[in-house]
DNA sequence: ATGTCGGCCTGTCGCCGACAA
DNA sequence: TTGTCGGCGACAGGCCGACAT
């Protein structure tokens, strides 16, 4: 009776999402820290993820934490992979514990400068033509990404046409006709799509991506067109209140040295906020940057693939001054190359660029491993 | 293209709800304070509410807020009623403002009492059977309730109809027709009804309400069974974040003396946590309760009217002792009289219940007006 | 008085190749 | 190679009174 139809299996609660899936939903650029390393993280990061979530500035009216350092490098003691059960936005759960000042000084492993998000090798991902989400017919299939992640057809069968079944993020699995027929032939999904696009809500726009994994496994995720004004403010707690609530719990968690949980939005925040402490040590220590450096900076595409932009270091300060003085967080302002600039944000932070030094970086077995821990004590851009 | 048909005008954002259907929505035992007035707010209560809107129990992670009183006595300086444009769930925000000691000595006015929730008179509220939500067919109007809040139809027609324009609580009208047939003859809403249960996404045990008011317009609202497992834990802040938010919010408003805001869901909390200053003194310094006294309390029924159930006395301590000492939230212990009354709460508030004297009350003319304002400092049980 | 059903009509869904970009 | 369209068949949506509760 339902408007909504229901997929053919639901998947147990708590369940374990599954990994490849919900990173090639969260974007290539997208990756986590491993479990058991140590991070740093951004309250003002953070703060930023929960202004974009309720849609709102932040308020002078919150009150200051004068024991809440602009970055705190914690354990990661756990992570987690979900996805929203009304939207399948992905996030991740993070539960972390600020480091005591004798833990500080134990040196780190190299393994600790993080895994890169490794992208699944065999998948396609398409955005939905106005024709893909229309009543009126189903799902076009590229014809090489047909060829590379779904199962070969019996071309002895007039027309040509097999089942599939895929699973998408919350382990529900959907049934989809795919056949190979029209004047010139191509590949469609018919019978099922349509059930799929209005129970996800899909519009044109938006993309879906399918994954044949190495367990000949068909996968189902989607990624939704970044709509201006998608979020809708909670009803449950005041946007000021959820500010006060990210800053209280980390002051309270840094002055206990006890454990507390965040959730991070990859597709929502407008940048990664918890880091490898590796990574924020070789950036911030290991890597010399002035006014006028030239730099490179990864970005998604819309086919969801990596390019490279190129811009030029304008300024170097804080952000904000007032509330967050000596935090890295987005220190470095830039100019970029392009004349499609505007989309890209004039404050980035050191990890996420790539000085251009005149000196051409030759390849080392072991660019990475630091001779000695960093200095103990809290980091200050007066050190550099 | 969407699955969800547009209705026909949309209301412009920020605009003020109706209060008639907000209020009918919302029930007959839920009352806004007046804005201006004194009211008493519990942090203990607005947990509750965070508890159960993100389904999660209060960890004992949360720190103390040594200077958070179980009770602030604020003044009310704003109330805007809302909905949640996905569910249609109404909620209502409020800005608190702590009061100092020197205001806490200012007597306080009888309409501080807050006015009664006047519940519209021409209106009616029936849940959905199967048929009605069916896609089979349309919405079996009750005859009465036709009769008394729909326009009379022509009856020289045949069949009699007409068509129906009614808002909802965001101001989008929906238009359905209105006719008079079948054998025995009765009233229906045909074409145009079902766009409105798809898009509202109701089934059956869900209600509708419609309100003739005085202004001759028709105004439509929903009323969601109530679902179990219906809430979602948020993607945006953990729920330890916002219980803790919502205390050093108010704590930090208390030490200041500074606004702050919160969210009052009239159909997730259990309970208000907001009420009127003068209720709450006349709940607690004017009205004698012991063990075994008997008393009534008046609940919602289905059919969304009243009833009293009574109930005995038989316990009277502190819901927390440990986090919230003292506190007046839900500090009595009853016994209700109906074997149905698991689904009653086994604890309540001093001004939720009226106590059965021995000795009738007799009416007087100002029964409520207090001769002095009530002492100084904070109230605690040891004055009974 | 009103919930559910069978009958029946009709509008939309959805599968097909044509055609063009 | 693939997005959109006209054609058209099938089926669910939806209006009707019958009938039972």
Redesign the interface.
Known sequence: ????PHPISFAEEHKCLNSELWHACAGPLVSLPAVGSRVVYFPQGHSEQ?AA??NKEIES?I?NYPNLPPQLICQLHNVTM?A???TD?V?A?MTLQPLNPQELKDPYLPAELGTANKQPTNYFCKTLT?SD???HGGFSVPRRAAEKVFPPLDFTMQPPAQELFAKDLHGNEWKFRHIFRGQPKRHLLTTGWSVFV?AK?L??GDSVLFIWNDNNQLLLGIRRATRPQTV?P?????S???????L??AA?AAS?N??????Y?PRASPCEFVIPLAKYVKAVYHTRISVGMRFRMLFETEESSVRRYMGTITGISDLDAVRWPNSHWRSVKVGWDESTAGERQPRVSLWEIEPLTTFPMYPTPFPLRLKRPWPTGLPSLHGR
Chains 1, 2 share one sequence.
């Open positions: 009776i339902s408007p909504i929960v979530s309720t009216q009150p979900h929203d059960a009304e936005e996030y759960q106005a989400t229309s009543t209005s809500r519009v044109a809708m909670s009803s449950v707690l005041s000021d209140s959820m500010h006060i609530g990210l209280a719990a309270h206990t006890s454990r507390f949980t965040i959730f939005n």
